[in-house]
């Protein structure tokens, strides 16, 4: 997260053995005029998880008002003009319109499915 301008606000888990070390763990990441960050807190790590070890939520802020970003499992600034947010194998772009969000679902993944592949001859030799 620090490679990708995120800042360290409150450390929960040990960064070499994962084990919690505070009640929370939160970050945030500023929008590039200051006004409105955006934060995570990541919750729980379980390494038996489907889909990843840590359960985070997400939210802005704005000076006194916290928005959450309902069910997001990732979210990030896109551009620094809009809030792009995954939820439900759905990737959502958001903007920030008076005290909530305004969500516009940009790609909905559920319908993909894997296909089999065989594995060329060079990748099956070491």
């Not at 994962?18 to 955006?38: F, I, N, P, T």
């Not at 939520?57 to 006194?64: D, I, K, N, P, Q």
């Not at 959502?92 to 296909?115: Q, S, V, Y």
Request: net charge negative; hydrophobic share 40%.
């Amino acid at each position: 997260m620090l490679s990708d301008g995120w800042r360290l606000i409150e450390r929960g888990f040990d960064p070499r053995t994962h084990r919690r070390v505070g009640r929370r763990e939160v970050w945030e990441k500023a929008h590039r005029d200051g006004a409105v960050k955006l934060c995570c807190e990541i919750e729980d790590a379980d390494f038996r998880r489907y889909g990843g070890p840590y359960a985070n939520s997400y939210w802005l802020e704005t000076g006194a008002e916290l928005i959450p970003i309902a069910g997001a499992g990732w979210a990030d600034w896109e551009s620094w003009s809009r809030i792009a947010f995954v939820r439900d194998g759905k990737l959502f772009a958001a903007t920030l319109e008076g005290d909530g969000l305004r969500e516009n679902i940009l790609f909905d993944f559920n319908p993909l499915k894997p296909c089999n592949l065989a594995a060329p001859d060079w990748a099956q030799r070491w």
